[in-house]
């Protein structure tokens, strides 16, 4: 019963896609992205060709399960890599990186669907990053004997799978090969509806940072703009997060300080429209090239896939979400020892509740808080230094959970 209503839902889900591909274009490559997927991987993919399936659902789960890829793609040469998303923010970022064989988007999870995917992609293992449980998929997969693996998953105790009405989807689990689950909790919630195949390994986000103070992360662009000024950069921010800075930077920013804001949505009307609202010179990323970046204090982040390099020159960081949409990622920043502010909705975020236990982050609720200790912190550098420290303290600390997966493997 509960079966035919999942695949009733799926399809259901599928045709409101198509329909609201006319309207939404994030729909329209959702829906544009899955057509011709099986011959898209067939001209990638032969029979012979050994092969290891990375699933993320979305950008920053490919972020997450980065390392582990990494690794794998080091240890064994010899494989075929084939990469899949479910959200276009994935894959229309990550389609131009060459690591992988094949990327692609994963198919409806229809029985008919995934029955043609596992067959021509015919994996040894499958690794799913966090989350993303497509029942019929894991089914089939068991059913063809493909070792498949949940790397850095995280669960809760009111998720459907540890209700009455959630018993059904728990038994696709018990085919699951294993788990690797961020933390004890996780792992205590597997075990009592019978999953017992689990490892804590810890949250691989924080291997993945760990790696950003491995590369080069110079921009002669942000040096230019910085000069020697204080640097608030905020990241991911949303409208309700660019509404307070737009107020703190028309009132209260001091000529000593400069602020780059990386908006998370991309889309060309608003930052015009913001960059009017401010009232300090302000210029885009896609304009750098026509001025001297040194004679602007705001500078408007119109791009993607360089917020992880610009938090490396930052003194301030500002993670937007904490307000509407829950925080982003608290650990891009934090990695580089600064101090990290975000709004009052992280509570189900766990790293961002650890971080605040840690020292290395504070709390804004309002706009009077955001403007004191922004103002507090551009002021006293020692004590930038000292939230700071603790930030870095907190991400360095964690295990090497890659690390610990491999040795699994």
Do not use: C
Request: aromatic share 12%; glycine share 6%.
């Amino acid at each position: 019963m509960y079966h035919f209503l999942y695949n009733t839902g799926i399809a259901l889900l599928g045709a409101m896609m198509k329909i609201a591909s006319i309207f939404h274009p994030k729909a329209k490559l959702w829906v544009k992205g899955r057509q011709g997927v099986l011959a898209q991987i067939q001209s990638h993919i032969s029979e012979n060709d050994k092969v290891i399936w990375l699933h993320a659902s979305s950008l920053g789960e490919y972020e997450q399960g980065l390392p582990v890829f990494t690794a794998l793609k080091a240890k064994y040469p010899d494989r075929k890599f084939a990469l899949s998303f479910y959200s276009p923010s994935g894959y229309e970022v990550v389609k131009l990186k060459t690591w992988e064989d094949v990327i692609f988007y994963l198919p409806l999870d229809t029985p008919q669907n995934v029955r043609e995917l596992v067959r021509v992609l015919h994996p040894e293992l499958a690794i799913f990053v966090k989350y993303d449980f497509w029942f019929n998929t894991l089914s089939e997969l068991s059913k063809n004997q493909v070792k498949t693996i949940f790397i850095s998953a995280i669960f809760r105790k009111d998720q459907i799978y540890f209700k009455p009405q959630g018993k059904w989807f728990v038994s696709v689990f018990h085919e699951v090969t294993h788990f690797f689950v961020q933390d004890e909790n996780s792992k205590k919630l597997l075990q009592s509806v019978g999953i017992n195949q689990v490892t804590v390994s810890g949250d691989t986000r924080f291997d993945r940072v760990k790696m950003l103070l491995k590369r080069d992360n110079h921009l002669n662009w942000l040096v230019q703009f910085k000069q020697n000024q204080t640097l608030i950069v905020a990241g991911s921010t949303w409208k309700e997060d660019d509404e307070l800075l737009k107020n703190f930077i028309n009132k209260k920013l001091p000529e000593n300080a400069k602020i780059l804001i990386a908006p998370h949505n991309m889309n060309a009307e608003y930052f015009q429209k913001f960059k009017k609202e401010l009232h300090l010179s302000t210029i885009l990323y896609s304009e750098r090239n026509e001025k001297n970046m040194s004679d602007f204090q705001i500078l408007i982040l119109d791009t993607v896939g360089l917020l992880t390099q610009v938090y490396s020159y930052a003194d301030i960081a500002y993670v937007g979400g904490g307000f509407t949409h829950g925080i982003h990622n608290v650990l891009e920043p934090a990695v580089f020892s600064i101090p990290v502010l975000y709004g009052a909705d992280f509570h189900k975020f766990m790293e961002a509740k650890e971080l605040l236990e840690a020292g290395g982050s504070l709390i804004i609720y309002n706009q009077q808080e955001m403007n004191s200790l922004f103002s507090e912190l551009i002021d006293n550098e020692e004590k930038r230094k000292e939230i700071g420290t603790k930030a870095g303290n907190y991400v360095w600390q964690k295990p090497d959970s890659t690390e610990i997966i491999l040795k699994e493997l």
